[in-house]
C-alpha cells in the first residue's frame, strides 16, 4: 500500500473536531446515536417543500441527505428549475447560497446550514478593494477598455461590480470561453479573484504569455504594480487563491509518478501553474469525476482537488486506483464546517416553524450579479 492509499484512508477520519459553531449551543451531539434518524425524519416531514442540495466537497455524511450533488453553478441552477421546492438547504459555502437565492424565485428561500461556512478565496476580493483597483485603472485611462470576469467562487457583491461594468462571471469549465468574449469586447481583462485559473486560461487556451499577465496586490499601492505594467498588460489577475488547490506542488507530481510507475494525474485548474502545465488532465470538478469514472478499469489516478471529492471518487470506482495527490491531507475547512448536526438543527427548525440561516441577498446587489450571472448563460 502506498502513502497515497494511507493518507486517503487517513483522510476518512472523523472531523467532528472542526465543527463550527453558529446556532448557539443547540446542535445536537455529534455522537447522539439517533442523528440520522432524526436527520431522516426531519427530511420527511419537510417533503417535496424543501430541496437538499451538496456540493462534491461535502462530507459524506451531508452527501447521504442531498437531492442533488454538484459544483456550485450547478446546484444553483438546480435550485431556480425546482420552483416547487420553497426551501433551498445549500450545504456549500456562502458565496454558493448567494448564488442561489439570486437565481431564485422571491417565493424561495436558501438556508446555509452553517454561517460561517465561507471561501477564503471569495474573501480575498471585497468590494471596497476591487473598486480602488477600478478607480485606478480609470486614471490610467484603461477602465473603459477592461472587461472584468470573476470567477463564480465570489461574492454577490464582486459578481455584482461584474456585471456593472459590462463583465460576466464564468466557472472552471467556461473560463476560457468567457476570456475569449471579453477580448472581443475589450482589450484587457480584470480577472477576479483566483490568480491560478485565470493566469492556467490565459496561458494554457487563450495562447498568451505570463509576460501577458500581472498579478495586482490589493494590499499595496497601485496594487503594486507601476502603471506602465498596467498599461501594457492584457489581463490583470487578482491576488486570490484557493487554499486547497493551492497546496499542490510539482513535487507532489514527481513523488506519485515515481511511487505509482503508469498513474496519471489529474488536477483542477485552481492549482498552481506550474502544477497544471505538469498534470497529464486538467478540468473542472465535474469534469474530474466524468473522467474517472468513464477511464478504463485498472487505471491509476492520483487527483489534486479537495479530499472529500478524492476520497469518494476512489469509493466509487474500485475497479480503478485512485489517490490523493498532495503528501498531507487537505480538505476545504470552510466547507467541513457544514455537517449532520447542522443541517439536523435547520431542518428541524423548519419543521417546528422556524427558519433560521435563510441567506438574502439584497435587491440592488442581487440585480447586477444576475446580470452578470447572465452573460455567462449566453457566451457562445
Known sequence: MGITDLL???????????????????????????????????????GSKAMVLGHHYQRDEVI???????????????????????????????????????????????????????CSMADMATASQVNDC?????????????????????????????????????????????????FENGEKILFLPDQHLGRNTAVLSLG??????????????????TDDQIKKSKVILWRGHCSVHGRFSIQNINDVRQQVPGIKVLVHPECQHEVVSNADVVGSTEMIIKTV?????????????????????????????????????????TMNRIDLPHLVWVMESLVSGRLVNQIKVEAEVAKYAKVALERMLALP
Not at 79 to 92: L, M, T, W
Not at 208 to 225: S, Y
Request: hydrophobic fraction near 45%; charge should be neutral.
Open 293 to 333: 469514472r468513464e477511464s478504463a478499469p485498472g487505471s491509476k489516478w492520483a487527483i489534486g482537488t479537495e479530499l472529500n471529492l478524492v476520497s469518494r471518487l476512489a469509493n466509487e470506482n474500485l475497479d480503478k486506483q485512485v489517490v490523493f495527490l498532495d503528501k498531507t491531507v487537505c480538505y476545504c475547512s
Open 208 to 225: 498568451l504569455t505570463l509576460n501577458d499577465c500581472v498579478l495586482w496586490n490589493p494590499w499595496k499601492p497601485n496594487g503594486g504594480l
Open 64 to 118: 447521504a441527505f442531498a437531492d442533488i450533488r454538484g459544483d456550485s453553478f450547478k446546484l444553483a441552477q438546480a435550485a431556480a428549475d425546482n420552483s416547487e421546492a420553497e426551501f433551498i438547504f445549500f450545504c456549500g459555502v456562502h458565496f454558493m447560497a448567494e448564488s442561489a437565492d439570486i437565481l431564485t424565485t422571491p417565493n424561495q428561500k436558501v438556508i446555509l446550514p452553517d454561517l460561517s461556512a465561507g
Open 134 to 182: 477600478w478607480q485606478v485603472l480609470g486614471k490610467l485611462g484603461v477602465a473603459a477598455k477592461t472587461i472584468p470576469i470573476t470567477y463564480m467562487n465570489s461574492s454577490a457583491a464582486i459578481k455584482a461590480f461584474t456585471g456593472k461594468n459590462n463583465g460576466a462571471v464564468c466557472t472552471s469549465s467556461n473560463a476560457a470561453r468567457a476570456m475569449k468574449w471579453a
Open 8 to 46: 486517503l484512508q487517513k483522510g476518512e477520519r472523523d472531523l467532528n473536531s472542526e465543527r463550527g459553531v453558529s446556532c448557539d449551543g443547540e446542535l445536537p451531539a455529534a455522537s447522539d446515536p439517533q442523528l440520522v434518524e432524526r436527520a431522516k425524519a426531519a427530511r420527511a416531514a419537510l
